[in-house]
């Protein structure tokens, strides 16, 4: 049985950051391409950043240089270090496993997380 489990969230002050974790079970996580979305209130789910088997990233153009995506496969876990958090950043954030870097979603996800930035 496949799980994620994520973990960080919580209530920060804008400027702030926050470390997001997603420990993963069931699968062989070194070769899966690990990813994080997010969904804030009234809005469509939306992609955040990916971290491939080789370790290359990508990012949302709207959190590129304030967060950073990074996996230790000898944990099977990957983080999203989120600095210089802005209101907009508030959300439900979401842990997700692709087996295939091409497929076009993702195949499992977590639970999701909730982020609130604000004063």
């Known amino acids: 049985q496949v799980q994620l489990v994520e973990s960080g969230g919580g209530l920060v002050q804008p400027g702030g950051s926050l470390r997001l974790a997603c420990a993963a079970s069931?699968?062989?996580?070194?070769?899966?391409?690990m990813a994080w979305y997010r969904q804030a209130p009234g809005k469509q789910r939306e992609f955040v950043a990916s971290?491939?088997?080789?370790?290359?990233?990508n990012y949302a153009d709207s959190v590129k240089g304030r967060f950073t995506i990074s996996r230790d496969n000898a944990k099977s876990t990957v983080y999203l270090q989120m600095n210089s958090l802005k209101p907009e950043d508030t959300a439900v954030y979401y842990c997700?496993?692709?087996?295939?870097?091409?497929?076009?979603?993702?195949?499992?996800w977590g639970q999701g997380t909730q982020v609130t930035v604000s004063s």
């Open positions: 069931g699968i062989s996580f070194s070769i899966y391409t």
């Open positions: 997700t496993a692709k087996f295939l870097s091409s497929s076009p979603s993702p195949d499992y």
């Open positions: 971290i491939l088997r080789d370790y290359s990233t």
